[in-house]
Antibody, heavy 127, light 109 residues
Framework: EVHLVESGGGLVKPGESLRLSCAAS????????MTWVRQAPGKGLEWVAR??????????DYAASVNGRFTMSRDDSRNMVSLQMNSLKADDSAVYYC??????????????????WGQGTLVTVSA | DIQMTQSPSSLSASVGDRVTITCRSS??????LNWYQQRPGKAPKLLIH???TLQSGVPSRFSGSGSGTDFTLTISSLQPEDFGTYYC???????????FGQGTKVEIK
């Protein structure tokens, strides 16, 4: 059974830092691209960051709203991804979901989707 | 960036009704479109990928269609457990982030 378990959320003040972690099990972690998706209270879903596999370069990509402040990393030896969040703002308050990407390759292309999700961890940025 | 726009933002329908949700992309994304369902307080769940391919275990009353910039999620006969918010997501370019629509909240009358 697949499990994605996030940890590290909490209440911080604007300008402070927080580090989220996600422990994965039940699927092949090393060949899987991983993402962080967030959802502000009462709002929709926003992709925050995505990290490719080490074989694909291990390159993280970030939403413009967090670029330069957030850093996503992965540790394939521990089946974990992390999100280091610096210079936090009130707008960063949200439930942060760790999510694994799945894919299928058809004649028409390579289709990618968020197939597994954690339960989410709440980050609140408030003075 | 590719922007995704869903309509309506919310709807209320009765059990047994046919429900249609529309998703429009700001760019041609061929059929690189996913749909998710999110129930209150829960993580999203993948329903459909590649515009029309149902994820394993998803009831056949759900279907997806479209191509290019206009896409549709249809629930042929709404059931009580179908309440929640539905999101479309484009996955056109693997080297960019995959944006979501703003969501459509489905309520049962």
């Amino acid at each position: 059974e697949v499990h994605l378990v996030e940890s590290g959320g909490g209440l911080v003040k604007p300008g402070e830092s927080l580090r989220l972690s996600c422990a994965a099990s039940g699927f092949g972690f090393t060949p899987t691209w991983m993402t962080w998706v967030r959802q502000a209270p009462g709002k929709g879903l926003e992709w925050v960051a995505r990290i490719k596999t080490s074989a694909d370069g291990g390159t993280p990509d970030y939403a413009a709203s967090v670029n330069g402040r957030f850093t996503m990393s992965r540790d394939d030896s521990r089946n974990m991804v992390s999100l280091q969040m610096n210079s936090l703002k009130a707008d960063d308050s949200a439930v942060y979901y760790c999510s694994a990407l799945g894919s299928v390759t058809l004649s028409s292309g390579w289709y990618i989707f968020n197939v597994y999700w954690g339960q989410g961890t709440l980050v609140t940025v408030s003075a | 960036d590719i922007q995704m726009t869903q309509s309506p933002s919310s709807l209320s329908a009765s059990v047994g009704d046919r429900v249609t949700i529309t998703c429009r992309s700001s760019h041609n994304i061929n059929n690189f479109l996913n749909w998710y369902q999110q129930r209150p307080g829960k993580a999203p769940k993948l329903l459909i990928h590649a515009t029309s391919t149902l994820q394993s275990g998803v009831p056949s009353r759900f279907s997806g269609s479209g191509s290019g910039t206009d896409f549709t999620l249809t629930i042929s006969s709404l059931q009580p457990e179908d309440f929640g918010t539905y999101y479309c997501q484009q996955n056109y370019n693997p080297d960019t982030l995959f944006t979501f629509g703003q969501g459509t909240k489905v309520e049962i009358k």
